[in-house]
């Protein structure tokens, strides 16, 4: 596995925890947001 996967693995892997956290505290705008960056980084693993 190359380092760069590995960066983007965790960048994915970033998003979700954050689209958890803020969805947790009722931010569902900006849980969506953090969704949708993680979708994108995620097309990088393909």
């Given at each position: 596995m190359t380092f760069t996967r590995i960066a983007w693995i965790a960048t994915v892997l970033v998003a979700l925890?954050?689209?958890?956290?803020?969805?947790?505290?009722?931010?569902?705008?900006?849980?969506?947001?953090?969704?949708?960056?993680?979708?994108?980084?995620?097309?990088n693993l393909l």
């Open positions: 925890v954050a689209a958890a956290l803020l969805l947790l505290a009722g931010y569902t705008g900006y849980a969506g947001l953090a969704v949708a960056v993680a979708l994108a980084a995620a097309i």
